[in-house]
Structure formats: structure tokens, C-alpha cells
């Protein structure tokens, strides 16, 4: 159990390096509660000892990256830059900003120009889905994307994506923009998250048996950035 606290706090401390402070912050969480398991399974009162002090120094670390992300929010300063790159793996939805994604989430905006062919609309639904699982108080979700007139199926796969979350009692609304360029998802807790090919920045997988066909932490990436901020930085530039 130790080593894989080890490991997880190690992970925690190259994000906090790296300024990924949200990122750290979940892995600092994770860690320190399986120090705490640790503990508690511990018959050794020395070693109970030892996990006790490094559960509170992390969590101490914690508590200070929380406060961290809080006040650079409330200033407008807070961003985190990330590069995928080409090939890579591990970047699935939930790892690039499932943690953004919580409770207070009530709406969510897409704005992507390419959710058209059916790849992009399955990367949609699976976007949903990590949606629905993660924001409890979710009621409506908008799509802004561009229409493809090529293939009739575009319209009838977003209905269908619809009528799914209308059982989950989740709005689902539609538009199309002729000009639209930028790719961004806005969260009504506040986060917004641009990436640079929108959701569609996996390669294709090499099979219909392989790993990574189904699960996106598994397959390999293509090469794009992920920015993400808090609205109230820019609320800041526009003051």
C-alpha cells in the first residue's frame, strides 16, 4: 500500500512542479488517502508513526495548492498549459479534465467545429457520458459545431445523442455556425477548457480488437495543446 501511495505522491509532486496545480491537488487527495488506509492497517506503531507525519506533511501541501488555485481563480490568474504529445497515451477524457467536471456543474457549453463524422460524434457521446457520471446537478448541455451537408447522418446521431440525455433529464441543445473556428468547452462552475483540435485529437485505432478502441486512456494521441483557465481571468482582461 505504501508503494502505491509512493507513487502516486511522486506523481503529485512533479505536477505541483510543473504548476499543474489542479492535476496535483486530486493526486495529492489520492495519495494521502491511501496513507491514511495505510495507517489504519498498520500494526507496527513506529511505522504508524512515520505514515502519520508524511499524511500530514502532504496534506499540509495540499491544503496550500487548494488555497493556491482559490486565490489566483478569485484574481484571474490561474491557468494551466498542457502539450499532448503525438502518440502518447494516458490522455483520455477523465485525465486531461475529468477533475473540472464536479457538483456545482450545472450547464455546459461546446463549441466545436468538428463533431460531424461519426468518430466525432462518438467522442461526443463519450464526453457525455464522463459528464453525466461526474455533475450531479447537470441540466442542459449546448453544442455549437458546424453542419456537414455531405453526410445526412450528422443531424440524426446528435438526436439520437438527445433523446439519450433527455432520459437522464439533461437538455441537449443544437446549433450550427457557418464561421466557427475556435474549440472550446465552458463549464458553468467557471473552467474553460480550449484544446486545439477539440475533442477529436485521438489517432484511429489499428483495429476493432485492440487496446485503445474503446478505452480512450489508451490510445495513442495526436499532437495538441490544452489550455485551461478560470472565465475570471477573463473577466480581468475586460476590465
Not at 93 to 99: D, E, L, M, Q
Not at 179 to 205: C, E
Request: charged share 25%.
Amino acid at each position: 500500500m505504501e508503494s502505491a501511495a509512493a507513487a502516486v505522491l511522486m506523481r503529485a509532486v512533479e505536477m505541483d512542479t510543473k504548476e499543474r496545480y489542479t492535476m496535483a491537488l486530486v493526486l495529492y487527495q489520492e495519495g494521502v488517502q491511501i496513507l491514511l488506509d495505510a495507517v489504519k492497517e498498520s500494526k507496527e506503531a513506529r511505522k504508524a508513526q512515520y505514515l502519520t507525519a508524511k499524511t500530514k506533511e502532504y496534506l499540509d501541501r495540499a491544503e496550500k495548492v487548494k488555497t493556491f488555485i482559490s486565490t489566483r481563480k478569485s484574481a484571474g490568474t490561474y491557468r494551466e498549459m498542457t502539450r499532448i504529445e503525438n502518440g502518447s497515451t494516458g490522455h483520455g477524457y477523465a485525465s486531461v479534465f475529468g477533475r473540472f467536471l464536479d457538483g456545482n456543474v450545472t450547464y455546459i457549453d461546446i463549441e466545436d467545429p468538428y463533431i460531424r463524422a461519426f468518430h466525432q460524434c462518438q467522442n461526443l457521446v463519450r464526453f457525455c457520458e464522463l459528464a453525466v457520471q461526474k455533475c450531479c446537478a447537470l441540466s442542459k448541455i449546448s453544442l455549437l459545431t458546424t453542419y456537414d451537408s455531405e453526410d445526412s447522418n450528422q443531424v440524426a446521431r446528435l438526436a439520437e445523442l438527445k433523446e439519450s440525455l433527455a432520459s437522464h433529464q439533461i437538455s441537449f441543445d443544437l446549433s450550427f455556425s457557418e464561421t466557427l473556428h475556435d474549440r472550446q468547452i465552458t463549464l458553468s462552475n467557471g473552467w474553460v477548457i480550449k484544446i486545439g483540435r477539440g475533442l477529436d485529437y485521438f489517432k484511429a485505432p489499428e483495429g476493432k480488437f485492440v487496446l485503445g478502441s474503446c478505452d480512450l486512456e489508451l490510445r495513442p494521441c495526436l499532437e495538441t495543446t490544452v489550455d485551461i483557465f478560470h472565465k475570471n481571468q477573463l473577466q480581468q482582461h475586460t476590465k
